[in-house]
């Protein structure tokens, strides 16, 4: 098959038949643009078009002009989930990032068994997160779950973990930085592997000692790992709602809602998708932004090379 | 690496591992064991497959799989045909507007079809597709990511071996199939893992648009049958809990250097 039509693309030299080369260039990217156009750039432009729209009673399109984005401003629940995505952002990051250093520290090390670790520590990357909210789930059962069985254990009474405001959104944090830092380890585990060893011998022959040598050598040259990681995790942090559905719903009252989770509900459970719409539209902002941080600071690195 | 570890940093090491790995091997007890046992962890307790027997026979999990295999099969094929031919439009060819047409794919790495799911659920329904497996697949199938990852490798294709088989008469695309696929071999293994894992365990998108029992993969199901409303019991939702994800455990645990070097070569860049 591929010869047939090889035949029929037959492309010469390239410089003599400049046309024909770039028929060729098109005819092999159309099939991967129609369907790039068809769900990329064409819901882009959509969603901005349809956020400056109502649906009147009669289902008609209805140019409102920015009353969405008006709306959004004054709707407390908008204002909820943003500022909740940022302390998840904030509550899963850092400490998942730290974590997968430790880890990455650890597992290239002469530690006995250390293929072992690095399953251990990698396991919750492969998982469904359907799979593993299902299994967290059960932990923070009031009552029946592990947690509230632990604490019974220190005759403490049971608590609703995930039915209170003030420790849902902890409760969730948890459980994603459990999911995570196994991920971000790899990053760091490349990023050290490529180090040279002299490095670590000179300081230690300077007799520097190891904490030293790790805050001084170490985390300094892992610093473009340590960005790339962390302008990854923050993106994730923004797509990241499967667990929410079987969990939470996003309660109790919005206590634990994201953006992207209240996208959904306000599409398809209140039906209202102009609404949802505008919300997209801040969400391709943040998500663009965080992009281009990535895109810019990739091009420096590049440059330093 | 030349430093001796301290033995307490090596035991703190392995209890974090231990914690790791705790939530995933209480998943496999409760599955494992009567519901009676759920909670209380004795070694006398009972082994039992009956959990699974009852998830399975409770929900059409049998055509779950089914779904999911297909869903992943038609992604992944859908995505190493078209990837491939764009990524080498991108490496090989110097046309005009490629430039501006290689930033046009590389939007989709900021803006995934994950967070588009309003549009793209309006797009499906346009095509008259909604509730298929077809409907799952297409947005994933022009993946920004696969024709990056292809392009980088096929840029680093020596020139001899192209212009040899130049010579020996291969027109563009036998080029394609002789020289560049056979050479990115690695590239394709370390994409197929990480686009397999990510559709085995996609949820949102799948959950919109599916509605029925043919369509829904083994994910939505699971979220289905483990719906609190259900009322069923903790044991039985643990074993079908397991039985999502057990397919992509064991071929991880398998292949476990693949998968971590996939993920780092993928994820790197």
Redesign the interface.
């Known amino acids: 098959m ?2 047939q ?3 029929f ?3 010469p ?2 410089r003599s038949h ?1 046309w024909l ?2 028929v ?3 005819l ?2 159309l ?6 156009v ?7 432009i ?2 901005i078009y ?1 956020s400056f729209f109502i649906a009147n009673r009669s289902g008609n399109a209805v140019f409102v002009g920015l009353d969405n984005y008006r709306a959004m401003l004054e709707d407390s629940i908008f204002w909820k989930v943003l500022f909740n995505n940022f302390w998840f952002a904030i509550g899963t990051v850092p400490t998942s990032i730290a974590l997968a250093l ?2 990455a520290v ?1 597992v ?5 068994g250390r ?18 909210a ?3 789930l ?2 923070y059962t009031p009552d ?3 947690l509230d ?1 632990l604490r019974g254990i220190f005759g403490l009474p049971g608590w609703n973990w995930l039915g209170d405001p003030r420790t849902v959104m902890g409760c969730l944090i948890v459980m994603v930085i ?1 999911k995570e830092a ?2 971000f380890m ?2 760091y ?2 990023a050290l592997q490529q180090l040279s ?1 002299d490095l ?2 000179a300081a ?1 022959v300077e007799g520097a000692g ?1 904490w030293y040598t790790f805050r001084r050598i170490t985390f300094p040259l892992l610093m473009p790992t340590t960005l ?1 990681v962390a302008i ?1 995790a923050v993106i994730n942090s ?2 990241l ?2 667990h929410l ?2 969990m939470t719903k996003g309660g109790p009252s919005n206590a634990s809602s994201l953006l ?1 989770y209240y ?2 509900e306000v ?2 459970t209140f039906q209202d ?1 102009a609404y ?2 505008t919300l ?1 539209v801040v ?2 902002i943040i ?2 932004t ?3 941080m990535k895109f810019g600071y990739l091009d420096r690195r590049v440059h330093y090379q | 690496m030349n430093h001796k570890t301290h033995p307490l940093e090596a035991i703190v090491a392995w209890l974090l591992a231990l914690l790791w790995l705790a939530p995933l091997a209480y998943a496999f007890w409760s599955a494992l064991h009567p519901a009676a046992y759920a909670t209380s962890f004795s070694l006398s307790a009972p082994w039992t497959l009956e959990n699974f027997a009852r998830a399975w026979h409770q929900a059409p999990f049998a055509r779950y799989y089914l779904n999911t295999i297909l869903l992943v099969c038609m992604v992944l094929a859908g995505q190493l045909v078209l990837c491939t031919l764009a990524a080498y439009s991108f490496a090989r060819f110097e046309f005009k507007g490629s430039g501006i047409a290689f930033a046009l794919v590389l939007l989709q790495l900021m803006i995934m079809p994950d967070v588009l799911i309003v549009e793209n659920y309006r797009v499906v329904g346009a095509f008259d597709l909604l509730d298929t497996i077809p409907a799952v697949a297409l947005p994933y199938m022009a993946s920004a990511f696969g024709i990056f990852l292809l392009r980088q490798t096929f840029k680093s294709i020596p020139n001899e071996l192209v212009d040899a088989a130049r010579v020996e008469g291969a027109g563009p695309l036998q080029i394609l199939w002789r020289v560049y696929i056979p050479l990115a071999r690695h590239t394709y293994v370390a994409f197929a893992l990480v686009s397999v894992s990510y559709h085995w365990n996609n949820f949102l998108w799948p959950l919109i648009v599916t509605n029925s029992v043919e369509s829904r993969p083994l994910t939505v199901g699971l979220a289905v049958f483990g719906a609190p409303e259900t009322g069923v019991d903790w044991s039985i939702i643990t074993a079908a809990t397991v039985m999502t994800m057990a397919p992509l455990l064991i071929a991880f645990l398998l292949f476990q250097r693949q998968f971590v070097q996939s993920f780092m070569r993928a994820g790197i860049r």
Do not use: C
Request: glycine share 2%.
């Open positions: 591929p010869d039509v090889g035949k693309l037959a492309a030299m390239p400049t080369n770039s060729n260039a098109w092999l990217l099939p991967a643009a129609l369907l790039l068809a769900f990329t750039h064409y819901p882009v959509a969603t349809h430790l880890m650890w290239n090390r002469n530690i006995r293929a072992l670790l690095r399953l251990a520590y990698f396991t919750p990357t492969v998982l469904p997160m359907i799979a593993v299902n299994i967290w059960f932990f029946y779950g592990l069985q459990w196994g991920f790899i990053f585990l490349a060893p670590e011998e230690a190891r790339f990854n923004f797509k709602v499967d559905v079987i992207l996208i959904y599409a398809f998708s949802a719409a997209t969400l391709l998500l663009s965080l992009a281009l």
